[in-house]
Every structure is written in structure tokens, then in C-alpha cells.
DNA sequence: CGGCGCCTTGACTTGCATCAAAAGTAGTGG
DNA sequence: CCACTACTTTTGATGCAAGTCAAGGCGCCG
């Protein structure tokens, strides 16, 4: 369609290729061989990018696609019969989004750009032709429902075991070690949710998320400007982390 | 191997047939021809019961089975890195169980009996070569998985969101409805798992639970001795297990 | 009978929520 | 470019739900 070369490295462009993709690594494609690499960048379509606050999906959609974030952030929320949010995770760039749906053939989740957010999608029917002939990508559809259950299991733990400060702490070193993986730095990152976003997720109020940030700035962890953070000392928030 | 019959309705029997068991309108089954349900059956193993404390599988044993629990009562445990147990949920008959070790071929999380239980333990494998020829068995599993992970993120909602006395109603409200689905009484069950359990599960403490259990008793909502519930007036269980 | 789990009850403490208000930041339009 | 409005974040003061600590009851089994 466009003449812009494939070798773009360009996270917003529209017409990458999924082998040129600085998240191969870690995306959708591990462990798959060239030639599958090939014939999955065939059924990925790219479009616009979702603005902030946009949706990707809402709660109740037709289920056909899972989504992998090339960059932005998004947040995955689910509303509850009496009409209250639950933020159920953070997603940044190289994750897959969208699974959720594939039992009901609808999704029971929405998720929201935090961020301005480049897309790819992949429509799940092809996906699951694709499978049939290459194991690996079936094997690696299975480990991203299991991780999901294991996040959301590791969240539950967190939520009615630790503290406040232990909680966002356990976050902080989460995006870190998230950055990290996508060879970004470990220690300096911005955080793309709001405090109140926070709060949802960890079961705090937004009052409280704000009150540890100070204490943890005092105390000489971290540092924060606005929603840029610094973390002075991995070793003592990784210990905060912890429950006694 | 026997000469018993397999029209025995006795849950305990290692010799029933799929078809027969009392569970099959909400077990594995569900949906599927009797022609499937017939070599379903055939892969299906029923080893002896389970007693109380009995492990089904431990975190880190090899996943080569998921299990359907025939009668008794299960829990299942995720154990943190610094040791602390988390229950993950409670799975009464009819309920299938083991999945999560299909991403990492690996149990990641430990299955303990609450009482004696009867299981049937399906071979992943053949599971896997049946799913070929009967797609509705394919979609039944992922419906499995689909609704653990939505079980987790209403755990993480109830938690994050809710207060004690709200999060035991919830509790109670589940049991009767599965209970009665498994078409048991609604309103006067036992309660498989101890004060500890629960207050796991829901993150209280033991005295919380004994204390909302009280409570809830004193208001004329439900009748509690030791571990058998009545609830005598559900309209009111059900208000006070939402927020407000 | 005595010891050991499990559960209940009471007295006290505390971490976080709530309420309230100010300070900071962003978005909009004249 | 600044003024105006609206939202987000911070900070402080206060109250309460649930945790902690401690003691006692009850059923169970050797």
C-alpha cells in the first residue's frame, strides 16, 4: 500500500513487519520460526492508533480478535453488576490483550487506552487455523491464558496479604522489571495510570496511594515528579515489598 | 474388572459411567453427544477416594491430568514465594479441576481434599486427541479456563471493594448456588472448609469470620451449627452482600 | 481424664478510609 | 497569552472496621 519501507523502526508506524518488530522477543512470535513469523505478520491487520481514553474493546463486544500493544498502555476493567470498576491490569507494549473473550465468543472485560497506543490485531479465527499447523503458537496461546490466571492469582494474594505499602511497592517493581524485559531502563519510568487507577487495581484509595508515594520519596526509595518515577534503591523497595 | 453393574448411583463407585453419574448435566460432559460422552468415558480413570488433607496434586508436580471432583470437597492453594499460602478457591462436585498446569506442564498451584472426595482423573493427553474429533470438548475447556479467570477477577473485585460482612454473604450466596445447580438444597448446606479457610480466601482473619458468622446469625439471617448453614432469609443474604 | 485443634468472645490497637480543603496541572476559548 | 474552569494530586484531621492479643469453651481422641 505505502512505499515507507518495511525496515521502519518506527513503534506507531502501520505498516511494520512483525520479524522487524523491537518486541519480537517478547511478543506474540517467541519461539516461532521465521517462515511462521511470515505467515503470522500475514494475518496481523495494524490500524490507527487508539487515542487516551479510547476503547479497545468494551464489555459485551462480539469476540473476534486478540490485540498485541505495540506501544502506549492499557488498562483492562471490568464493571461489576452494581456498576462499580474493577481495574483487573496494567498493559504495556508486547503484551496480548483479549483473550478474555474466547469462551463466550464476547468479551467480559473493556480495555482502555491509557495512553496514546499503537495496536496490532489479530483475528482470532485465523489464528486458529495458523495453530493447527504451527504447535508452538497454540502452546503459547495456552501460556498466555495460564499467565493471565496466574497474574490475577498473584493480585488476589497481594490484595488480601499485604499492606498498602507493600502493595505499591510490588507494583512499582512489576513496571520495572516489565521495562526492563522490553530493554528499557529499570530504574526510570513513567507511569502511564493515574492514582486513581492505582487505587482501583491495589484496592486503595486514591488518598492512600498518594500518601505511601510521599512516604516512599521521604524515605529516600524512590523519586517522583509528577508521574515520572525513579527508583533510588531496588534493594529497599523490593524489602518494603515484602510482608513481614 | 467388576461384576457391579454400572447403573449404580452410589458417588463413591469406581465404576460408574459418564452417562450414569448424577453430575453430567453440569460436568465435563456437558453438551456432548452420547456417543462422545461414551468415549469420554473410556479415557476416564476412577481411582480411589481421596481423605481429608489428602493432596490431589502439589505445585510443581508434572500436569498430565485434570480431575472432575465426583463428591467431597476440594481447595485449592497458591503458595507465595515467602511461603504464605493463598486459597484460590473452593470446587465442589460436578467442578473440574487441574488446568492450570496446562501453560507450563507444570501444577502451579496444590489441590488439597476438605473432606473425602471421589475424582475422576481424565488424561490430558486423550483429552486432547478426543478435543480433535469433538470441538464442542475443545470449547468446553476453554470455557473452563475462561471461567477460573473469571472467578479470579470477582475474588479480586470482592476483596478490593467490599467489606467483611459483605464478602462472607457473597460466599455464602455462591455455595447455595452451586449447591442448588447441583440440585441440593439452597438454603441448608454443610460448609466444607474451616473458619480458617474462609478467612483465607476472603483475606480476614479467623476471628472476622467467627465474629460476621455471629452476626449474621443474630440478625435472623441464617442458622449455624459448627459447619451446617441455614439460611433463612436469602433476600436479605443477598442485600447484604452488596455494596452499598 | 487430659491434651490438642478449632471456634468463639472480649478488650484494645491501628491502618486505612473518610471528610475536607488547598495546591498543582491541564484543557479551552476569548 | 492569559484567564477561567475542571480535574488530579497532595496534605491534614478524624473515625471506624478489622486486626491483634488474650482467654476461655467445646468437641474429639488417645
Redesign the interface.
Given at each position: 500500500m505505502s512505499a515507507q519501507p518495511f525496515s521502519t523502526h518506527c513503534s506507531h508506524s502501520q505498516h511494520a513487519h512483525c520479524s522487524d518488530c523491537r518486541l519480537a522477543g517478547i511478543c506474540l512470535p517467541i519461539s516461532l520460526e521465521i517462515s511462521d513469523i511470515d505467515r503470522l505478520n500475514e494475518i496481523i491487520s495494524r490500524g490507527r492508533p487508539l487515542q487516551k481514553r479510547d476503547y479497545l474493546y468494551r464489555s459485551g463486544d462480539p469476540f473476534h480478535s486478540v490485540f498485541a500493544l505495540r506501544s502506549g498502555a492499557i488498562k483492562t476493567v471490568?464493571v461489576?453488576e452494581?456498576g462499580?470498576e474493577?481495574v483487573?491490569g496494567f498493559h504495556l507494549p508486547g503484551e496480548i490483550i483479549g483473550?478474555?473473550g474466547?469462551?463466550?465468543n464476547t468479551h467480559?472485560?473493556s480495555a482502555v487506552a491509557l495512553d496514546t497506543s499503537a495496536i496490532c490485531e489479530i483475528p482470532f479465527h485465523r489464528l486458529e487455523e495458523l495453530s493447527v499447523r504451527v504447535p508452538s503458537l497454540q502452546?503459547r496461546f495456552?501460556?498466555i491464558?495460564?499467565?493471565?490466571?496466574?497474574e490475577?492469582?498473584a493480585?488476589?494474594?497481594l490484595?488480601?496479604?499485604n499492606s498498602a505499602e507493600e502493595r505499591i511497592a510490588a507494583l512499582l517493581l512489576s513496571l520495572s522489571a516489565r521495562n526492563h524485559n522490553r530493554g528499557l531502563s529499570a530504574d526510570n519510568f513513567t507511569l502511564p495510570m493515574s492514582r486513581a487507577d492505582i487505587g482501583?487495581y491495589?484496592?486503595l484509595t486514591i488518598e492512600t496511594v498518594s500518601r505511601i508515594f510521599t512516604r516512599l520519596h521521604k524515605n529516600g526509595i524512590i523519586l517522583l515528579d509528577k508521574k515520572q518515577v525513579t527508583i533510588l534503591d531496588a534493594a529497599r523497595l523490593k524489602t518494603t515489598s515484602?510482608?513481614p
Open positions: 471490568k461489576t452494581d462499580l474493577q483487573t483473550i478474555d474466547l469462551a463466550t467480559n472485560n502452546r495456552f501460556q491464558m495460564s499467565k493471565e490466571i496466574a490475577d492469582q493480585l488476589i494474594t490484595i488480601s496479604k482501583n491495589l484496592g515484602q510482608a
